[in-house]
């Protein structure tokens, strides 16, 4: 009875053994046929892009959204040491400022886009070098430039580029590469636009009824020296942006 029992346990060993084995090449080969870290593998090239073209836009929204929409805004107010860029503004006392964005949509989708081109060149030429080092003949068609598009809570980013990879007589071919996630950028450049509507018509924005009727986002209001006043729209992001309208002398409003 006994034998049979150490027989039996000792199949099993041999079994666990061999399943160990067996996890161990399955291992090693995975680990070996895996890319190296900035390796790029002929299945995600397009994915690369993508993720390239979708982190540039990102990043360009960060650094824009607390300067006015700005990469580097040169008309602003020094707003906790952040230049909040002017979006209406008159030097002038008692009159209603001008709107210095009356495209402010197409202005931001132009910033985003001059942010992220050099971005995704460089991405491009990336790609073209490590497919190269893993055996791949790798051609383009385009000249890869962006064109962004600003839609409710969506950024769309795509690049006029075709790639051809080739190796051992197979060829893989990447079209129209095209990257869309969600953003409220869009969102809060309307609501901006509205403020600044009213504030080169009326010198003022009532936003407490305006919330009323958009509760998505939080619209607050600060009043600063020089009859400045920073608007900052949004909740987890935020869109910061200054006026100057219908100024009285002394710099009260």
Do not use: W
């Amino acid at each position: 009875m006994k034998r049979g029992v150490n027989k039996k346990s000792q199949l099993t060993l041999y079994i666990i053994i061999a399943l160990v084995i067996i996890a161990f090449i399955i291992l090693f080969f995975t680990l070996r046929n895996r890319a190296k870290p900035g390796e790029i593998n002929v299945i995600n090239a397009e994915e690369y892009i993508d993720k390239c073209m979708r982190d540039s836009a990102e990043e360009a929204v960060e650094i824009m959204l607390p300067q006015g929409g700005y990469l580097s805004p040169s008309n602003y107010k020094l707003y906790n040491n952040t230049k909040v860029a002017y979006l209406c503004k008159m030097d002038y006392y008692y009159a209603p400022c001008i709107n210095l964005e009356p495209m402010y949509i197409e202005h931001l989708e132009s910033e985003i886009k001059n942010y992220s081109q050099s971005k995704v060149d460089r991405c491009f030429v990336n790609l073209e070098s490590q497919m190269g080092k893993r055996g791949y003949d790798s051609s383009f068609e385009g000249g890869g430039e962006l064109k962004v598009e600003l839609n409710p809570n969506q950024i769309q980013v795509d690049a006029d580029k075709k790639l051809t990879l080739e190796k051992n007589g197979q060829t893989t071919r990447y079209e129209n590469f095209s990257v869309s996630f969600a953003n409220p950028i869009y969102d809060l450049a309307i609501i901006s636009v509205e403020i600044v509507n009213y504030e080169a018509e009326d010198c003022e924005f009532h936003y407490s009824e305006y919330e009323k009727n958009y509760p998505r986002f939080n619209i607050d209001k600060v009043f600063t020296e020089n009859s400045t006043k920073i608007y900052t729209i949004g909740n987890e992001m935020q869109l910061r942006f200054a006026t100057r309208s219908c100024a009285l002398p002394g710099g009260f409003i």
